[in-house]
T-cell receptor, first 116, second 112 residues
Framework: GAVVSQHPSRVICKSGTSVKIECRSLDFQATTMFWYRQFPKQSLMLMAT?????????EQGVEKDKFLINHASLTLSTLTVTSAHPEDSSFYICSARPSGRAHEQFFGPGTRLTVL | GEDVEQSLFLSVREGDSSVINCTYTDSSSTYLYWYKQEPGAGLQLLTYIFSNMDMKQDQRLTVLLNKKDKHLSLRIADTQTGDSAIYFCAETYTGTASKLTFGTGTRLQVTL
């Protein structure tokens, strides 16, 4: 149980295009999902907290117009990187918190984004 | 803000015990976690401990928490080559809506 998937696992795009990443909780409902960014050989940085049916809460320094988050259902959150640039290249990881289990988070396998 | 530190690298021989350490600065932590990350993959939750506990054991894994010294450790008994990965400690704090703050990560290398 407690499986989280991400799609795609890897994406390469041209500068200026937008890329959508999906995060799904496969066997549980998640009121809250989180989006992280990880640079090579570094720790995870929380970008935003996504709550089902409401606006995402962004961490300081994260541009909400650039990283659009939608959490339309209890099993799906999406992150759209708009007008991507090479500096947006990174490993994006989502996590999901099962409803009613506030102290647990389960992570997806990550999405490697490369912007040319 | 919260600061969570780990040593960068640990090398152990197969069959030995590994001890990965983590120190933190904020005393209002509620839950403390250990995650494992293999190359190019997401994070796997290994174990977690509530902040009012001193120790938790789960098969080969033992977590020790010293709240006075703000020190958390993960001991892996009988370390195997499949344990080679990066290990992150993480914490949640009172009043932060269960947001995780991650440590810097420790790369564990298991040699034959």
């Amino acid at each position: 149980g407690a499986v989280v998937s991400q799609h795609p696992s890897r994406v390469i795009c041209k500068s200026g295009t937008s890329v959508k990443i999906e995060c799904r909780s496969l066997d549980f409902q998640a009121t809250t999902m989180f989006w992280y960014r990880q640079f090579p050989k570094q720790s995870l940085m929380l970008m935003a907290t996504s709550n089902e049916g409401s606006k995402a809460t962004y961490e300081q320094g994260v541009e909400k117009d650039k990283f659009l988050i939608n959490h339309a259902s209890l099993t799906l959150s999406t992150l759209t990187v708009t007008s991507a640039h090479p500096e947006d290249s990174s490993f994006y990881i989502c996590s999901a918190r099962p409803s009613g289990r506030a102290h647990e988070q389960f992570f997806g396998p990550g999405t490697r984004l490369t912007v040319l | 803000g919260e600061d969570v530190e780990q040593s960068l690298f640990l090398s152990v021989r197969e069959g030995d015990s590994s001890v990965i350490n983590c120190t933190y600065t904020d005393s209002s932590s509620t839950y403390l976690y250990w995650y494992k990350q293999e190359p190019g993959a997401g994070l796997q939750l290994l174990t977690y401990i509530f902040s009012n506990m001193d120790m938790k054991q789960d098969q080969r894994l033992t977590v020790l928490l010293n709240k006075k010294d703000k020190h958390l450790s993960l001991r892996i008994a009988d370390t195997q080559t499949g344990d080679s990965a990066i290990y992150f400690c993480a914490e949640t704090y009172t009043g932060t809506a269960s947001k995780l703050t991650f440590g810097t990560g420790t790369r564990l290398q298991v040699t034959l």
